[in-house]
């Protein structure tokens, strides 16, 4: 397994457009977790994902929206994108049912640079 | 509200040196604590977490809720140690990982 994979690496956009970013957890992890990374800060939680339903959000805007699919793969999405959103964003998978103190894996990250 | 709080944004110990890396916490309900570490040119991955009340590497943490701190120690720093090492902090229903800002650790020769 090559782990959590994330797409795509890297990704220039400016501002006001719409960005799409994509993570695949491991195989048989059936939760996805969604964070924000600013330069010279920890990962920022913004959206955790369990069996296709939202089981959590963090502070962010509605600008900021995500879905997981059947196959428990994900997609973030940002709309109408600020000079502030760029970041890395990190995704993380785990075997996370109701129990909450679980070791995440993480991707190794797309980074957004929005002009 | 919830927070983590890691005081040093570099630390930098001689090889064989204690290390001590902090980290306070605020939550208002049971908190659950992890560090992860990143090393160079990696993921950033699980080192331990207090539940478990493990040793990873060497490195032990203990939460003392008295002082809602969870900080990270080894007797002994190896320069195979040096990375950025990450402090956070869950909650038992919450589904929500707050993390601090990071340590780096430079391991001098």
């Known amino acids: 397994d090559a782990g959590v994979t994330q797409s795509p690496t890297h990704l220039i956009k400016t501002r006001g457009q719409h960005v799409t970013l994509r993570c695949s957890p491991i195989?048989?992890?059936?939760?996805v977790s969604w964070y924000q990374q600013v330069l010279g800060q920890g990962p920022q939680f913004i959206f955790q994902?369990?069996?296709?339903?939202?089981?959590g959000r963090g502070n962010f805007p509605d600008r900021f929206s995500a879905r997981q699919f059947p196959n428990y793969s994900s997609e973030l999405n940002v709309n109408a994108l600020l000079l502030g959103d760029s970041a890395l964003y990190l995704c993380?998978?785990?075997?996370?049912?109701?129990?909450?103190?679980?070791?995440?894996?993480f991707g190794p990250g797309t980074r957004l640079t929005v002009l | 509200a919830q927070r983590v709080t890691q005081p040093e944004k570099l630390l930098s110990v001689f090889k064989g040196a204690p290390v001590e890396l902090k980290c306070n916490y605020s939550y208002s309900g049971s908190p659950e604590l992890f560090w992860y570490v990143q090393y160079s040119r990696q993921r950033l991955q699980l080192l331990l977490r207090?539940?478990s009340r493990e040793s990873i590497k060497g490195f032990t943490a203990d939460l003392n809720k008295g002082e809602t701190s969870f900080h990270l120690k080894k007797p002994f720093a190896q320069e195979e140690d040096s990375a950025m090492y990450y402090c956070a902090l869950s909650g038992r229903g919450t589904y929500k990982y707050i993390f601090g800002t990071g340590t780096r650790l430079k391991v001098l020769a």
């Open positions: 195989s048989g992890h059936k939760s």
């Open positions: 993380a998978s785990s075997l996370a049912s109701l129990e909450v103190s679980v070791e995440q894996f």
């Open positions: 994902y369990y069996e296709k339903e939202e089981r």
């Open positions: 207090h539940i």
